[in-house]
C-alpha cells in the first residue's frame, strides 16, 4: 500500500505546471453551461494543461517551424547552406559536363561508322590474280583487318556506353 502512495506521488499531474490540482480539471462527461454571454471560455483555467496564452505556444511553434523549413510558400527552408547563386552555378556546371559527354560520344560514334565503312570496303575488294598463293595470303590479310576493325569497334562502343552512363 505504501508501494502506491509514493507511486502515485512521483506521477505528476498534466495541469500542474499552470497551478491545477486534480479534480480542478473538466471531466468528459460534464455537460457545456447553455449560458455563458462572456468573452471567455465557460470553463477557462479548469482545462487539462491549458495555459493563459496559447497565442504565444502557437506563435512559437510557427515561428520553430518557419525557421525549420522556410517562410509559407518558398520551396527552399532557411537552413539549407546553399544559395541560389551556388545552384546556378552547379546546374551550368552539369550542363557543361552532359554537353562535353555528348561531344565525346558524337566523336566516338563517328569513328565506328568510319570502322563499319572500311570493313565494308574490304569486303568489296576481292584480291585479283592468278596465283592461289597470293589469294589467300590477301584474303587473310584483309580477314586479319577485319578482326581488327570489329575489335575497335567493340572497343568504342564500350567507351560510348560508358560515357553515357556518366552522364545520367
Known sequence: MSDMRDLLEKM???GQ???QKPGDQVRGSEPMPRKGGGKNHPFKGR?????????????EEFNKFVSEYGAA??????DTGTNPAEQAALRQQQTAQKTEIKNQ?????????GARAQIAQLN???PQGANPV???????????????????????????????????
Not at 589469294?135 to 575497335?152: E, H, T, V, Y
Open 12 to 14: 505528476s499531474f498534466a
Open 17 to 19: 505546471e499552470v497551478g
Open 47 to 59: 482545462l487539462v494543461g491549458a495555459s493563459e496564452s496559447i497565442e504565444e505556444e502557437l506563435k
Open 73 to 78: 510558400g518558398s520551396a527552399i527552408g532557411n
Open 105 to 113: 560520344v558524337a566523336g566516338l560514334v563517328a569513328q565506328v561508322t
Open 124 to 126: 568489296k575488294q576481292f
Open 134 to 168: 597470293e589469294k589467300s595470303m590477301a584474303l587473310r590479310d584483309m580477314q586479319g583487318q577485319r578482326i581488327g576493325l570489329q575489335n575497335q569497334i567493340e572497343d568504342l562502343m564500350s567507351q560510348i556506353a560508358a560515357l553515357r552512363s556518366q552522364a545520367l
